[in-house]
């Protein structure tokens, strides 16, 4: 496919461009590893915290849990009160791709399951959050992949094509959620792989070398642009 066809890049969050892993937290909580993964395999399980991807209220979801389970209330309600232990940081071979990319001038966004109190928090903790040029979150628009109700609302409010977009994702399910859209599909495991599967997908950009990233101007932008974090990198210095 030319390089002229394609006219975006969208990225998943977690997994992609955050490091998010409830263990992250609950290692710190739980001496005893077999525990935790009982508990998050039982208790704080993905499918109950799909509901928050939904837009539910953390807090009083994890209240209602630990009605259920008393003996492990204090746990339960960590994952409330200390969610963003949860994202370790950033990983920071995809950021520097991403920076990349809007450095080319091209256009980037995000479609993220993800809770909108928790959207607020990380724009204020990732500075490369602000370098989008719009996001989609799941708890805003309460739904979430892989629905294609919201690969729709991306594409709508963007202006889109299709075929022109391409989406990268950790999720299996969500990526052939996409492609049943027409959206061209490309499943992470590690920037290396995205990089090669960018430029099989047509797309031609300069690679910055680590030596000048000091000197390269910071991408452009979009309408949610704000001063980065000083906890995080600016593209200039990956």
């Known amino acids: 496919m030319p390089a002229a066809k394609i006219d975006a890049v969208v990225f998943d969050l977690g997994g992609v ?3 998010w892993d409830p263990r992250h937290l609950y290692r710190q909580i739980f001496a ?38 008393p003996g492990y209330a204090a746990q339960i309600m960590a994952w409330a009160e200390r969610t963003e232990e949860m994202v370790r940081g950033q990983l920071d ?41 719009g996001h989609v979150i799941s708890g805003v628009e309460r739904v979430a992949k892989p629905d294609r109700r919201i ?3 991306l594409l709508a409010r963007y202006g889109l094509t299709a075929e022109r ?3 990268v994702d950790d999720s299996d399910a969500n990526i052939g959620a996409a492609r049943q859209l027409g959206i ?8 290396g792989q995205l990089r090669r599967d960018l430029r099989l997908a047509g797309l031609e950009w300069p690679e910055a070398p680590a030596a000048s990233m000091a000197e390269a101007e910071p991408p452009h932008g979009g309408p949610h642009s ?5 906890q995080h990198a600016a593209p200039e210095q990956l």
């Open 226 to 230: 704000a001063p980065l974090s000083s």
């Open 184 to 191: 061209i599909g490309i499943r992470f495991t590690a920037a």
């Open 32 to 69: 005893d590893p077999a525990e935790m993964e009982t508990f998050l395999g039982t208790i704080c399980t993905q499918q109950w915290h799909v509901a928050h991807d939904l837009g539910a209220d953390i807090t009083l979801s994890c209240r209602l849990l630990a009605q259920q389970h």
């Open 93 to 133: 071979d995809t950021v520097e791709l991403l920076a990349e990319l809007k450095r080319a001038g091209l256009r980037c966004y995000v479609l993220s399951n993800m809770e909108a109190p928790c959207f607020e928090v990380r724009l204020g903790r990732f500075g490369f959050l602000h370098w989008f040029d």
């Open 17 to 19: 461009l955050l490091d």
């Open 151 to 153: 690969f729709r609302i």
């Open 165 to 167: 977009t391409i989406f």
